[in-house]
């Protein structure tokens, strides 16, 4: 769990005012003891529901996108049309599951050692994580 100066330094560092609407945002997505896996549709619906601070979706939106650019929080993308942000950053594996559109953490031990045979001149590999896609 986090408090309100950690809240401000990471809006600071991320380019951000520390605004009354930016700081809810930060209580929603770091003030949890697990990881948070949401869409920005997602959270703009807690933060409604929860929030006596009325924050556009712009506002929410580019704060998750500033996030995410400053290693704050991880994009996974879905599909073209679809990504969920993680708010842990570490390298990790996920299963999605189709039906509930719900994303679950994967350890790296639940997944066997990957190896990559294609090389692509002049690029070095950051990091791998596997997407598993489940349904019912």
Do not use: W
């Not at 650019?69 to 049309?81: A, D, G, P, R």
Request: charge should be positive.
């Amino acid at each position: 769990m986090e408090n309100k100066d950690t809240f401000v330094k990471k809006l600071r560092s991320s380019g951000l005012r520390p605004t009354k609407q930016r700081l809810e945002i930060c209580k929603v997505l770091y003030n949890r003891k697990k990881t948070f896996h949401f869409t920005i549709e997602e959270l703009s619906k807690i933060l409604k529901k929860n929030s006596k601070e009325s924050i556009s979706l712009a506002t929410i939106y580019n704060t998750v996108h500033a996030f995410k650019n400053k290693n704050y929080l991880k994009e996974i993308s879905i599909n073209l049309n679809k990504s969920y942000f993680d708010t842990n950053v570490s390298t990790h594996h996920h299963f999605f599951n189709e039906n509930t559109h719900e994303l679950i953490d994967l350890k790296n031990t639940d997944v066997g050692e990957i190896k990559i045979k294609k090389k692509i001149p002049g690029k070095k590999i950051k990091s791998v994580e596997v997407l598993v896609k489940i349904s019912s």
